[in-house]
């Protein structure tokens, strides 16, 4: 087990905190609990880890995922596990760059995250590296969301399109944050900024066309509504709760 100092790496990005919750970045408090880096959630063959954080942490973390909510199916669970992180990686890097003009290099090795915490995920990094805001698709979906579905699709039978949908309405929520925030704040500058680069961001391949451009609903479903008591999200793409007969089968993949 290595141990960790973190001091207070950046103190310009304890600006994200007044954002929400799914914008923090911890980067000048010691964690608690136990951790692992990102890069090996994304990359530790799947193991039955019985209890142990260290031995695989996606697995954990979607058994905790589907334990707490009482999924039904793991890939429920997989789909929530995987869109709750891509939330909190588009919240702190579209936030900072919204903000600063730069994000943080989020790299899955210096990243550090404890898959049995609760929500939103809490992430340290090992150190605060600044770059330029041009550079956050490479940070978030090249660096984190294409081997975290990688690890995903692996273990769960969990849809492509359904994980695409996942990211994009990620990436849309944060930006409905930063609009609120801006708005309240009196910071049209930052509502600017985050809709330019949400906008570029949009036309990746792996993000383009998963939101209805005029309305931004999904084009597939999370299957939230799979849960016990789960109804639709708001930018789901049902407009009423699906028979759930066939739980083998993706919503809309």
Known sequence: MVLLLFVDLDPDLSALDSLGGFFVL????SPQGAQATLEKAYTTP?????????????TFRVRKVAQSLRAPEDRVAASIAHQALAARLWSIALGSAALFGRVPDLDPRLLHWNPDA?????LWPAEVRMLPAA???DVVQEGHLAPLAAALRSRYRVSAGLLRGNSGSALAGALRQLDRWASANRRADVADRAHEIAAGLFTHPELAGTLDPTTLRRRSCCLYYRLPGGG????????????TRNPGADARP
């Open 26 to 29: 911890r980067t000048a408090v």
């Open 46 to 58: 799947r193991t039955d880890p019985d209890g142990d954080v260290y031995a695989d942490p996606m």
């Open 118 to 122: 609760g929500a939103p995920d809490d």
């Open 135 to 137: 550079a956050i698709g």
């Open 232 to 243: 639709l999200c708001g930018d789901c793409c049902f407009d009423r709760r699906p028979p």
